[in-house]
């Protein structure tokens, strides 16, 4: 296979032509893809109903299906229990090797940590923060419910090839700027529906110079502009901590000759886009130049300057989800809260994204410090994400919050309103008991 | 095979909200009661005088907004034939041709085609043919094509494995 004498390709162009077994596809064109990881959560029991219709008695592909329980856990309700228990039942009969039980975490964060999902592979997941996986350099995109089913039936499903659009920091983050606010400034600017049924591509020093936690947290916001996948290139440090991983939940010794094998066999899937691919548009950012931001209720792209919002009384603060949940957001919040309190009248709950990051934090003594100020920590999970359980804001009340939606109702109570902002800001915010800007603390 | 069909026409960006109100999402099930709120807050007239065969031809964006599948399946459930569009919405275009609802992105078609004549898609051929003139789109992978005309993505599957 060569690819010269094809015109310049996107990394979508590219990821979906393997997909689908071809050499070359053009943006537009509509392509039966296979995917090499089918991800589900607590719906699987939902899909698991569609999938009856087709009278099949086993799925096609249970190697590539990865469940994760995550949505409602540990289940709050005897109907959350039973769902569960269908999901079990399900995995054990159709022999899913890749399930993870209640408490090991959110699938993303999961998956990401098991190393599931490699560079250049496509993920299709029942869940619409499936762009997530793009940090590695994978295809990840949102699918239907009877999408997973028909997936799970015949391993195989249409997608559309889509435009993509460039998207390069330039230059570093200043102190006190993440990758968090570049994104919302990023959905503020281009607004909700600015990446409908396109790719995102990111490129640039700004992107480069992030830790791999900060990475995962552009790709999986982009969900909120619509996006269908957004891909960051995949370096030497992704290809090192997916070779780590894998080796480990392979049983392997990470040896250096195990973990450099695995290493090339990585690097040997990743693709990357070629110069002068075709983009539908190109947006360029200064890093020096942007600020911390915050979403403001009750859409994703009414975003302002922190300096905008800051004094806006609180009643409970949020750390975790799989855009913030990780053990740097943690370490944000406690480099905030050492030798201080949460403020009278405001609760603040910090939920790890998994129970690596909650060992993690525990082991470093983040936990006990945020305990010792006063904060709530939950089970590793979605935790109040999305208003299934746990967390939910009285009518009336505020939440600043590190998750990716912001939508009216989202936290399960209409008549309440939902801040989006980074981990440091949510920690500040937690100890004034207002929107603060933890750098004037 | 080819689809003859009287146009509907409208504009850039309609929404899902126009197409099929949110407020009935879960209130209103039943098929033909889905069909009676199609393009409600779009276009009062359409439900009284829409005829099996009908097709829908749009500007950029059709069916922004709202995952909602009755979008689509709204205008399945009236007997609209096809949507031809400059561009639709991600999820539209999934929930249409997964319901069985053929959505053909032609930008040069939508220009010409006027409101009310009657128009040809060739699927032979991935041609529009109007009044004025003949206009190609790209076409749908064969299994796309094969959930169109299975009537959804999972009559499509069911009759793929029974057949296997
Ligand atoms: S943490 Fe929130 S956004 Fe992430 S998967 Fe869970 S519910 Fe979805």
Known sequence: MTNQIYPPQTFAQKALARAAGLDYVEVGQVVDARPDVVLSHDNTAAIR??????GQPRVLIPDRMAITLDHAVPAPTTKHAQNHAEIRAFVAEQGVRNFWEVGRGICHQVLSEEAIVLPGQTVLGSDSHTTHFGW????????????????????????KVPDTLHIVLEGLLPPGVTAKDFTLRVIGDL?????IYTALEFSGAGITALSLESRMVIPNMMAEMGAKNAYLPPDDQVIDYLARRKAKRENQTVSDEIVSNLKAQISNLALYPDSGA???????YRAEQLEPYIACPHSMDNVQPLSQVAGTRVQQAFLGTCTNGRLEDIAAAVDVMRGRQVAKGTRFLVIPASSQVLTEAMRLGY?????DAGAVIGVPGCGPCMGNHMGVPAPKEATISTAN????GRMGTADSEIYLASPAVVAASAVKGVIADPREL | MQLQGRVWKYGDNINTDVIFPGKYTYTVTGRDEIARHALEDLDATFVKNVRAGDIIVAGRNWGCGSSREQAASCLVYNGVGAVIAESFSRIFYRNALNNGLLAITCPSAVQAIEPGEIITIDLARNVVQCAAGEFAYPPLSPSVMGIVQ???LVAYVKHKLAVA
């Open chain 1, 49 to 54: 109903q569609i999938w009856l219709e087709f």
């Open chain 1, 136 to 159: 590695l350099g994978a295809f990840g995109a949102g699918i239907g419910r009877s999408e997973v089913a028909a997936l799970w039936a015949t391993g195989e499903l249409w997608m």
């Open chain 1, 191 to 195: 607004g909700a529906d600015g990446g």
């Open chain 1, 278 to 284: 075709p983009y539908a548009a190109e947006y360029h």
């Open chain 1, 367 to 371: 936990i006990q410090t945020l305990v």
């Open chain 1, 405 to 408: 939606r912001n939508f009216k």
């Open chain 2, 150 to 152: 299975a009537g959804g």
